[in-house]
Nanobody, 123 residues
Framework: VQLQAFGGGLVQTGGSLRLSCAAS????????MGWFRQAPGKEREFVAA????????YYADSVKGRFSISRDNAKNTLYLEMNSLKIEDTAVYYC?????????????????WGQGTLVTVSS
């Protein structure tokens, strides 16, 4: 099982990036999916999550209205569209898969994790 996150990079304040997470060895449609991030010296924090069917999405207050999570189960791929980026969005972003949806906002129930992709927002 592998989750591969990519699409990070260096962007200026106010810019946009689209992260992707390609899954192999598992059927994405069987999992709730989430994006988390970890900034230097900080704990990993919840960013966004999406149910298996893609019908419901959830966001951290800090990214609500700026980020959008989506999935293409046919392509076994998860996405995170990030707009109006701020310096405080700088972090390594991780995608993760879970079969336990009740705590989608916590890293604990996620079964599989991607390796992370670095997003750096500069002024």
């Amino acid at each position: 099982v592998q989750l591969q996150a990519f699409g990070g990079g260096l962007v200026q304040t106010g810019g946009s990036l689209r992260l992707s997470c390609a899954a192999s060895g598992l059927t994405l449609s069987s999992y709730g999916m989430g994006w988390f991030r970890q900034a230097p010296g900080k704990e990993r924090e919840f960013v966004a999550a999406i149910r298996r069917s893609g019908g419901s999405t959830y966001y951290a207050d800090s990214v609500k209205g700026r980020f959008s999570i989506s999935r293409d189960n046919a392509k076994n791929t998860l996405y995170l569209e990030m707009n109006s980026l701020k310096i405080e969005d700088t972090a390594v972003y991780y995608c993760a898969a879970t079969t336990l949806w009740s705590e989608y906002y916590s890293p604990r129930p996620y079964n599989y994790w991607g390796q992370g992709t670095l997003v750096t927002v500069s002024s």
